[in-house]
């Protein structure tokens, strides 16, 4: 089993998502629930957006090839959608329009997606498949995005208990952290993406 990739997998899919961060917005959306509906809508959310991801993951290798789109234009734009994300976490401002808080099963929407399965964990995700160099990695990949899920699901489901041990103050600095380190992931794609474009471009000339 490649653990390289596993490990890149569960960091970059961690950190995009945010479970910490997701705490008090699920509460929030589902506060007037009993502990019993709260638990089903955490795992309602956490399955659309694992068959979100997986969905994408599957299909967009065949996507791209439809729409001519090179993956170095694919990086480009997944590090510069990452680093709108990215400024969301650092600044604090939550993607949650107070419209959407009467939707009739706020698990779907907006927390299994946009908020889980958003455009950041679909382009990385379609990233490392793009990657892969066979059916183990394919597999390995498979298996961090359930674990991703698993871990998500977790947290969503012990949330009350997460928010008394950690407070507020708490919370807030984890996804300060977690904003920090998306943002370098994004660059880290950018440059990628640029590099990839110089390449490109030297060997056709």
């Known amino acids: 089993m490649n653990l390289k990739l596993l490990g890149e997998v569960l960091v970059t899919l961690l950190v995009i998502v945010d479970p910490p961060g ?13 502990g019993r509906a709260r638990m089903k809508a955490a795992t309602q959310a956490v399955l659309l957006a694992l068959g979100v991801i997986v969905g994408f993951a599957v299909a967009g290798q065949t996507l791209l090839d439809y729409l001519h789109v090179q993956l170095p234009a694919l990086q ?4 510069l959608l990452l680093v709108l994300v990215a400024l969301q976490l650092l600044t604090g401002k939550a993607d949650t ?17 946009p908020l889980l399965a958003g ?16 059916a183990d990695e394919y597999a390995v990949i498979g298996l961090g995005i359930l674990l991703v899920m698993v871990v998500v699901w977790l947290v969503l489901r012990f949330s009350g208990v997460i928010v008394k041990l950690l407070r507020p103050g708490g919370i807030e600095v984890l996804t300060r ?26 060997a056709a000339g």
């Open 76 to 79: 480009g734009a997944g590090g």
């Open 97 to 113: 329009p107070a419209e959407q808080v009467g939707t009739s099963n706020v698990a779907l929407v907006p927390i299994g997606t």
């Open 177 to 202: 952290i977690a904003g920090l380190l998306l943002a370098a992931i994004a660059v880290q794609l950018i440059a990628d993406a640029v590099a990839a474009f110089v390449r490109l471009y030297t």
């Open 22 to 34: 997701m705490v008090p917005v699920f509460l929030a959306l589902t506060g007037s629930m009993s």
């Open 119 to 134: 455009p950041g964990a679909i382009v990385a995700t379609m990233l490392f498949v793009q990657r892969a160099g066979g």
